[in-house]
């Protein structure tokens, strides 16, 4: 399987999340835009429900990619993909980024180019930069709330873990068992690298406690 961390900013930092509605919407594109068949047009029965793709799951989908993970900052997101078939990430990224920049900039009153290039799309190449990605992307948020974390020396872990289990803009919440957005990741090959629920909650305490990252500090946006 080949796998990807695939990643993208604002221009100019900007934000690319004003409100809820636009963190819901860019989840709802991660998953209806996941489909060789064109996509709806509609999306207000889930806009803010976490059963995102309750009524379009019925129908027989042609998946673009797996996705394993992701996580959406107010100014960035990160995804980690697999394609489904050839081609299958450019295929998908372009019908992601043009659809929410179309829906932004409409909802926003504003135009011109909203992301900062294309995307950043870097290969998975070792097991432990796998076993270490998952960490990283879902500790992102931190950034909100401890951001000494980036250099370990986070005063009150238990506080940092609470945040990140009551922020929903991360496949974190699906992972250690409470329903999120559970139609848009395919959880189980990195449920197979990351263990049980039990033990990506240590796992991620440990994490945050111990911050060590030499195969991912390469491509961090920040």
Not at 24 to 44: G, Y
Not at 55 to 70: G, Q
Not at 88 to 102: C, D, V
Not at 169 to 184: A, H, R, T
Request: with cysteine; aromatic share 14%.
């Amino acid at each position: 399987m080949e796998l990807f961390h695939v990643l993208n900013r604002g221009v100019d930092k900007r934000k690319i999340y004003l409100d809820d509605k636009d963190y819901f919407r860019f989840i709802h594109d991660l998953f209806e835009f996941n489909d060789k068949n064109s996509a709806n047009s509609t999306w207000w029965h889930f806009h803010q429900s976490h059963d995102v793709g309750r009524r379009e799951i019925k129908k027989k989908r042609e998946l673009l990619v797996d996705i394993h993970a992701f996580c959406l900052m107010p100014n960035h997101y990160h995804l980690l993909l697999s394609p489904k078939i050839e081609n299958g990430i450019p295929l998908f990224m372009k019908k992601i980024n043009g659809g929410f920049a179309k829906y932004f900039n409409l909802k926003h009153e504003r135009t011109g180019t909203l992301f900062e290039g294309r995307y950043k799309s870097v290969a998975v190449v070792n097991d432990a930069h796998l076993t270490r990605l998952p960490y990283y992307i879902h500790l992102n948020p931190l950034d909100l709330h401890s951001p000494e974390w980036r250099e370990g020396k986070i005063t009150n872990p238990d506080k940092a873990i609470n945040f990140l289990e009551n922020y929903r803009w991360s496949s974190y919440l699906d992972y250690i068992g409470k329903k999120n957005f559970p139609s848009v990741i395919n959880k189980s090959f990195l449920s197979g690298v990351i263990g049980n629920v039990d033990n990506y909650k240590k796992e991620t305490l440990e994490w945050v406690n111990k911050m060590d990252y030499p195969e991912t500090n390469s491509v961090l946006l920040e």
